[in-house]
């Protein structure tokens, strides 16, 4: 019970330790943090093998800020602290400061703005958030953003060093300064909640607390006044909306559940009706994002009582506008599979073959599974069970195989 107590308190704690200690002693000193939280994590795994204890994040808390000052006694060779942090007593005071709840937005707010550094590409800003504020590692960023640990690893160490080079972290208050950054701060933070949503973690592919945390982290932006903006209030909503959702997403076995078979009445309506206000103040703007528009689809799912009620003219106009002002194969994909609900299977297949020239389709299971479907609702049993095989050989997890494997044997 320890071990996985520990890693998801780690997942959801490490962000804040990490911004809270960079904050105070100084980006030079990132390294630092990260070992202190690190060391926290460990020492968390070795003390509560037999008994966690009743209130595990005070726990962290007292660890990480012990290990902190242990750490900076021994280590001087990035300079001398300020005056105010110099002796035993104002550091330990210092350091309470700084891990006080009252100081949680404005350290993590001044770390993700600092991420996104001019110096920096967009996905070296997405990636640093994703580490340092969401304490994904590498490899779990690596599936996110479907590229090779290498490539984030560069990142990391590209964006690590221009961190380190701050003399503090930004506090941006000019909203000049936030629009610029604000982007990859949102993009980080969609991806955090689609790893947990639907990842490729082959052990993992369905994690809650990612979610939750995401959603977090949206809540916090919305709390300040700097970063509240109609396309954090559009996220937010398309957060709530697929968070409803949850609980019906797979079976008691961890298998997947199709839309068209999910219990709507186990869908979370606070969650929804929480999206619809959020979907209504990102209305506010002058400015139409991918996030207002994929928040319309989510809530055009998350209102409707059944599949056949779905209001699919509407999500289909959605999409057609979405792929124009982000296009991609996995909007093309959910475009074609609304096509074939109002227009009929032939011309939804159309579609979907039009994509079949992107290399990323020929490895991504939902792609031969919408394939497979359209089979099935055309009466081609044959074609849709060699699109099934294809998706069971490219599944990322138990889950997606079994759920495919499920319904190939009831063909």
Not at 24 to 29: E, N
Not at 112 to 124: P, R
Not at 220 to 242: K, R, Y
Request: with cysteine.
């Amino acid at each position: 019970m320890a071990r996985p107590i520990a890693a998801d308190l780690f997942r959801r704690e490490s962000g804040r330790l990490v911004a809270a200690l960079v904050r105070l002693l100084g980006p030079a000193r990132l390294s630092l943090a990260e070992d202190v939280v690190q060391d926290a994590l460990v020492s968390a795994l070795e003390a509560w093998r037999f008994d966690v204890p009743e209130d595990p994040r005070a726990w962290i808390l007292k660890t990480a800020k012990n290990r902190a000052i242990d750490a900076i006694r021994r280590d001087r060779r990035l300079g001398p602290l300020p005056p105010e942090l110099e002796s035993s007593e104002k550091l330990s005071t210092s350091m309470d400061h700084a891990l006080s709840d009252a100081e949680d937005a404005g350290n993590q707010l001044a770390m993700m703005l600092s991420c996104c550094h001019e110096n920096l590409s967009s996905d070296t800003h997405v990636t640093l958030i994703l580490r340092f504020l969401c304490g994904l590692g590498p490899r779990e960023i690596a599936r996110a953003y479907l590229v090779e640990t290498d490539t984030i690893d560069r990142r990391l160490h590209r964006g690590r060093r221009e961190l380190q080079s701050l003399g503090r972290l930004h506090d941006v208050r000019a909203s000049s300064e936030v629009r610029a950054r604000l982007p990859s701060v949102l993009e980080a933070l969609y991806l955090l909640f689609n790893e947990g949503y639907q990842g490729s973690d082959a052990d993992n592919p369905f994690c809650t607390a990612m979610c939750s945390e995401a959603l977090r982290l949206t809540d916090l932006l919305l709390g300040s006044v700097v970063t509240s903006s109609p396309e954090v209030h559009a996220l937010a909503a398309l957060f709530c909306f697929d968070a409803a959702r949850l609980a019906t997403r797979t079976d008691a076995l961890g298998v997947f559940v199709p839309l068209r078979m999910q219990d709507r009445t186990l869908w979370d309506g606070t969650l929804i009706a929480r999206g619809i206000v959020h979907l209504g103040q990102s209305a506010s703007g002058a400015d139409l994002t991918r996030w207002h528009l994929e928040a319309g689809i989510a809530c055009e799912h998350a209102i409707a009582p059944s599949l056949t009620e779905t209001n699919w003219p509407r999500i289909l106009k959605l999409y057609d506008e979405l792929l124009a002002l982000a296009p991609g194969p996995v909007v093309g994909l959910n475009r074609a599979l609304a096509t074939a609900e109002i227009h009929g299977p032939a011309a939804g297949r159309e579609a979907l073959l039009a994509l079949e020239g992107d290399r990323r389709m020929t490895s991504y299971p939902f792609y031969w599974g919408a394939l497979a479907e359209i089979a099935r609702r055309e009466g081609n049993a044959r074609e849709a069970a060699r699109f099934y095989g294809k998706a069971i050989s490219v599944s990322r997890s138990r889950a997606e195989r079994t759920a495919y494997e499920r319904t190939l044997r009831s063909l």
